[in-house]
């Protein structure tokens, strides 16, 4: 391979590869990247960022990362896909929630600190459904929603690219941070593992069985089956004698994907996935006091909880993805016509709960002041179907060469909310001065709360990529959509790279994009009873368009649009050390963010309004603030013999600094805008995640042993509190952290391997802070690595 070859294969698999792979991963995956580099089946595979069929990584200058996954499934010390991805690559961040009700049983997961609806997710090169839960609470990720990564076992991944680069003039709506392609595997022969893991406290025990099988289907054809068991216990970390339960949520369920495909002759040829996974998950809510606290008989019975009570937050998950498609050969062109089809459930339950007002009347009643402790609090779901037929051809008789591709794409989606008993939201007494109403802990949707509702758009696009030179490549891309709820978008891309010289490439880009308001945060719809100045009254998340919304003004939603820039560098002077560097820049315009609560004490007019309409407070999703991302990718790696064996170290690196440019607020709310986005869920906003966030990583191999050492490194973050910085009370600051993962692997075979290690090995959690200005009321929050504290884990690994 010539040197121009490696140093542009760099740019995607060798620098960017090295851009996230541990040591572990780099000389297990980064070396044979290159290798097969000439294989001719490489040549073929797809790239994300690039629609050209015929040939690989050489010909796109945009920074991918290639991330294998298939050591993550022998020897991995995490257990699911946002936790593995989260300790491999700087410039994604997952942190698990505790105290957010419904963020505490999805872990939302992003790229370069933006939101976690900013970044798409694609499996074998086709969109992946959100979730339908928008997250209203956690230390980040407030008011987006997400794509649920562990609804996809890792046994069942061959790998992850990650494109680092705004990408909706390619792939459409959601991909202002980059896009995630997760491709699964479909080879042949069996595999299996068992994983077990807990905290060095002695909870969160996690079990984890998993198996692959690749099947032949006729002469060519395969299908790859894999089926998953989770079993991961609860942890808490609350001090002696705090009655709450803080730490990771009990989760339970089996997954099931299959994944494959049968040539029909020549290069045509039917290709199908299909995944479930049904995920039961409970979360402990904040605490209730018993005799003697202001509890009883407000959110308390001391009849049934005489000495206080944790409920619990059950939600029952469903998660379906489809595709099936159909590949061939029309003269010179390459067709591929598909459809994709995504559903996502999730159904609260709330246990060990009480309703105060049912109580109150029982005991009004001459009873003894009982409730039912368990209800169903209604819930909602999400589902997306996408069609999409797209067309390429490679022309060799223009300049170097030039590849054009076009496409459509039609996709529809539903949003549903689903009401809950009664007594999961209901006032019995009317009363308001014995019981608060509702299901402690998480009172259930309302019949006003009751959603069905769905919209489609069609989209259009051009993408072509042109060999200007031997030394010279460009990208373009223009791409139209049009929404049946908010009108059209048009946005455009161009990229290019250059070869400078044998060792350096430098490559760069410059787009616009669009993130279309998620269905979810258009319609959700929340509405709970709280007593104020001792009358009862509704709280209310209204959705877009309903009556609250429209008579305080609120316009509808429209699409957050977007500018990136990016500008970047490899350099590769031999075959032992790469580097690579890129610099970019995300301006976002009209992002959609959760007001704050409007009343009568902070917006006297709009109070009066929202009284007459029977609602207290209200708040709700408006697109009103701009902000500007900017950060570095900096990675480096280098391998090297030592004494008998092989020493492999990896440096990678990600600064991203997030401002609030402007507050825009509508009309009816100017003056309000300190309401509209208080200093606190700025700060959730700029700072949600770290700011910086590194990994340091050796891996040495020899003979049948292997050992890693990785260092994290997670960068300082200042968080709001509840009194903010107008009573006095400083932000929350908390300090740079660095934890430590071990891991030693011994090969009994070629088949059979055995890992033991750990994870936070010194077991370093964030910040103290005072639990009554956290976002979970405790005095760890759960920001960086988490509260969970050091773990340890055994897998063991057989192939058939």
Request: proline share 4%; charged share 20%; aromatic share 10%.
């Amino acid at each position: 391979m010539s040197k121009m070859r490696k140093a542009i294969l760099l740019a995607l698999y060798g620098a960017s590869a090295a851009t996230v792979f541990t040591p572990a991963m780099v000389s297990a995956q980064t070396a044979p990247a290159a290798e097969k580099a000439t294989d001719p089946a490489i040549q073929t595979m797809t790239i994300v960022g690039s629609r050209r069929a015929n040939t690989s990584a050489t010909n796109t200058p945009l920074p991918v990362d290639f991330i294998s996954v298939s050591k993550a499934a022998e020897q991995g010390g995490q257990f699911d896909l946002a936790q593995t991805l989260a300790n491999i690559s700087p410039s994604f961040n997952s942190t698990r929630q505790t105290g957010a009700d419904g963020a505490d049983l999805v872990d939302s997961a992003a790229l370069r600190g933006l939101g976690s609806d900013q970044t798409l997710v694609l499996v074998n090169g086709k969109r992946r459904h959100t979730v339908s839960l928008v997250n209203l609470f956690g230390a980040r990720n407030r008011g987006n929603t997400g794509t649920d990564l562990n609804a996809i076992p890792v046994m069942a991944i061959s790998n992850v690219q990650v494109l680092r680069d705004g990408a909706a003039a390619q792939y459409g709506s959601d991909a202002i941070a980059g896009v995630m392609d997760i491709t699964l595997k479909k080879n042949l022969g069996c595999e299996a593992s068992f994983g077990y893991s807990q905290y060095s406290v002695g909870d969160g025990k996690n079990y984890l069985p998993s198996a692959y099988c690749g099947i032949a289907l006729g002469e060519k054809g395969v299908l790859g089956i894999t089926v998953e068991y989770t079993d991961r216990g609860r942890s808490n970390r609350a001090d002696p004698g705090n009655p709450r339960t803080i730490g990771d949520t009990k989760v339970t369920g089996p997954t099931v994907y299959l994944n494959g495909e049968v040539p029909n002759g020549g290069n045509d040829k039917l290709y199908f996935t299909l995944g479930t996974q049904q995920r039961k998950a409970s979360s402990a809510a904040f605490a209730r006091g018993g005799i003697g606290s202001d509890d009883i008989p407000s959110r308390n019975s001391a009849a049934m909880y005489p000495n206080g009570f944790v409920p619990y937050i059950n939600g029952d998950i469903n998660d379906i993805y489809g595709t099936v498609g159909y590949k061939w050969d029309i003269g010179e062109w390459r067709a591929d016509l598909s459809q994709t089809y995504g559903f996502n459930e999730l159904k609260y339950n709330v246990s060990n709960t009480i309703n105060a007002s049912i109580a109150n009347k029982d005991l009004l009643a001459g009873g003894k002041g009982i409730s039912p402790s368990r209800f169903d609090a209604g819930g909602f779901s999400f589902s997306q179907a996408t069609t999409n037929l797209d067309f390429s051809r490679f022309f060799d008789g223009f300049m170097n060469g030039v590849n054009v591709a076009f496409g459509a794409e039609y996709r529809r989606e539903n949003y549903k909310i689903t009401p809950g008993e009664p007594g999961s939201y209901n006032d019995v007494d009317g009363l308001g001065f014995g019981g608060n109403a509702g299901s402690q802990g998480f009172p259930g949707f309302q019949p006003g709360d009751r959603t069905d509702k769905n919209r489609n758009s069609v989209a259009a696009y051009v993408d072509v990529e042109t060999d200007i030179t031997k030394l010279f490549k460009l990208q373009t891309a223009v791409r139209g959509e049009r929404y049946s709820d908010f009108g059209s978008t048009l946005t455009g891309k161009l990229a290019g790279s250059y070869k400078v010289s044998d060792d350096v490439l430098m490559r760069g880009s410059i787009s616009t994009g669009f993130r279309a308001p998620s269905l979810q945060q258009v319609y959700f719809s929340s509405t709970f009873t709280d007593f104020i100045s001792g009358k009862p009254m509704d709280v209310v998340l209204a959705p877009n368009g309903g009556t609250v919304a429209n008579a305080a003004g609120i316009p509808k939603l429209k699409d957050e649009t977007s500018k990136n820039y990016t500008f970047g560098l490899t350099f590769k002077p031999n075959s032992a050390f790469a580097m690579t560097a890129d610099l970019y820049r995300i301006d976002i315009a009209d992002r959609i963010v959760l007001s704050g609560r409007f009343d009568a004490d902070n917006y006297p007019a709009l109070g009066t309004t929202l009284q007459a309409l029977g609602v207290g407070q209200a708040q709700f999703f408006v697109n009103s603030i701009n902000t500007k991302t900017q950060g570095l990718d900096l990675t480096a790696s280098h391998k090297t013999n030592l004494g008998a064996g092989k020493l492999s170290t990896y440096l990678g690196l990600n600064y991203s600094k997030t401002e609030v440019t402007k507050v825009q607020a509508p009309a009816s709310l100017k003056g309000y805008e300190d309401v509209l986005l208080s200093e606190r869920e700025r700060l959730f906003i700029e700072q949600g995640g770290p700011r910086m966030k590194a990994t340091l990583a050796f891996n040495y191999e020899q003979g049948p042993w292997a050992g890693e050492f990785k260092v994290i490194h997670y960068g300082s973050q200042t968080l709001g509190t509840f009194s903010g910085t107008a009573a006095g009370v400083p932000n929350a600051y908390y300090e740079p952290k660095t934890s430590a993962d071990v891991a030693l692997t011994y090969a009994f075979n070629d088949t059979t391997k055995l890992t033991i290690g750990g994870n936070n090995v010194f077991n370093v959690k964030p910040t103290r802070q005072d639990p009554n200005e956290t976002d979970n009321g405790f005095h760890y929050d759960s920001v960086q690595f988490g509260l969970g504290g050091a773990s340890y884990f055994l897998k063991l690994w057989k192939k058939f």
